[in-house]
């Protein structure tokens, strides 16, 4: 959000046709409501779904329909929840490297021996 509002280093967020043509940057708006929306899912259910379920006001956002106003409500909203959420999630705090590393390799072994290769 503090890219998109001009607060934090530049990283391609400032895209000056979308800003001209609604005050600000909306492609950027959306990815920032976006992954809120996943961080907030991850911590309450602990998963991603894919299509987001709310993908029509995501590319509403997109298309300018909201005001930077709306988005920051919006993203602060979001931003309350996920962190809300993820004081209360199951989720342990860290990744677990080496188990993730074994189940993908697992997983590609499984494949490859039953692929018949």
Do not use: C
């Amino acid at each position: 959000m503090k890219r998109l509002l001009g607060q934090k280093g530049q990283k391609n967020v400032h895209r000056a046709e979308l800003e001209d043509k609604h005050g600000y940057d909306t492609k950027y708006a959306m990815h920032v409501i976006r992954l809120y929306g996943e961080a907030k899912e991850l911590m309450e259910h602990g998963r991603i779904t894919l299509p987001r379920p709310n993908r029509d006001e995501l590319v509403e956002i997109r298309k300018g329909k909201y005001s930077l106003t709306e988005i920051q409500q919006l993203g602060a909203q979001l931003e309350s929840e996920a962190l809300a959420a993820q004081a209360t999630s199951t989720l342990p705090d860290a990744v677990d490297r080496d188990e993730i590393s074994r189940l993908l390799a697992d997983a590609h072994l499984r494949f490859w021996s039953s692929s018949g290769a």
